[in-house]
């Protein structure tokens, strides 16, 4: 059963320097990218994403997440709330530059009614995008998850949306996995 976000508290962004398997997910939506330099794996996961960046030298994982009990520990570079802005970097053995931006933005209800018009208007045309109409309750707005990409040879970004009604809160991240450096400040983390 996928974990509805109710507490942005209870949310993680796990990022692993290996593979996944996606069995441990129930999988709403799933894209697949090959570029030939990369393979790119995008799961729509409940309120939460699995992102795979694959290439022959080295894997990293990005997954938002309520579910952490099910998570191995093997590989894992990093554990970070989203209930506040925060930023990480890393390079897989120096094949995988990847950097990330976590947002999250509780707002006052007319302003997130707004603004989850405007998204989901935006969203049903383009990426991946998903209502949960199961967790909404009463007249309340359903919970989506929404994901958009741009593709290129040797760089693939991706921006994650999770609108929480409930709470008034839209989580938005920003991917960026690279063949080619992004800074020079991120530590080179050993793959799985």
């Known amino acids: 059963m996928p974990a509805k976000l109710n507490n942005i508290k209870d949310a993680r962004m796990l990022i692993y320097g290996r593979v996944l398997h996606p069995e441990l997910f129930e999988i ?55 209930d506040k802005n925060r930023e990480y970097q890393a390079n897989i053995e120096n094949n995988i530059h990847y950097m990330l ?17 405007e998204m989901t208007k935006f969203a049903k045309h383009k990426g991946m995008f998903i209502t949960f109409e199961q967790w909404s309750e009463d007249d309340e707005l359903a919970p989506f998850s929404f994901i958009d990409y741009e593709r290129r040879p040797r760089e693939l970004d991706i921006f994650c949306y999770h609108a929480v009604p409930k709470l008034n809160t839209m989580i938005r991240t920003q991917s960026v996995f690279s063949l080619d450096a992004i800074s020079k400040d991120s530590p080179i983390l050993p793959s799985g």
């Open 28 to 82: 709403f939506l799933d894209k697949t990218i090959d570029t030939g330099n990369y393979e790119a794996k995008i799961f729509l996961i409940g309120s939460g994403h699995h992102i795979l960046f694959h290439t022959a030298h080295a894997d990293i994982t990005e997954l938002l997440t309520t579910r952490i009990d099910i998570l191995p520990e093997t590989c894992l570079l990093e554990t970070l709330t989203v």
């Open 101 to 117: 931006n976590i947002q999250s933005e509780q707002m006052l209800a007319p302003v997130f009614e707004s603004v989850y018009q």
